[in-house]
């Protein structure tokens, strides 16, 4: 069986890079949604103390369904 060394190829750096981006947007993407849930629990006065409001955190979804 022949051996074919991947760790020199540029395509293996780009695979790589890649995946860490990926790994990297999911799990900011994860952060965002534990963050907005968080929000989602505090009451009208406490968003409001941290100038917030429920329409923020709706914009914030869309937002981030969006891709934007």
Do not use: C, K, P, V
């Not at 395509?11 to 907005?36: C, K, N, P, V, Y």
């Not at 968080?38 to 369904?65: A, C, H, M, V």
């Amino acid at each position: 069986m022949a051996y074919y060394d991947t760790s020199r190829t540029g395509a293996h750096t780009s695979l790589r890079r890649a995946f860490r981006i990926l790994l990297g947007q999911i799990m900011a993407w994860r952060e965002d949604a534990d963050s907005r849930h968080t929000l989602g629990r505090l009451s009208d006065r406490e968003l409001s103390d941290i100038g917030l409001n429920r329409s923020d955190l709706e914009l914030s979804r869309r937002d981030d369904l969006r891709g934007a």
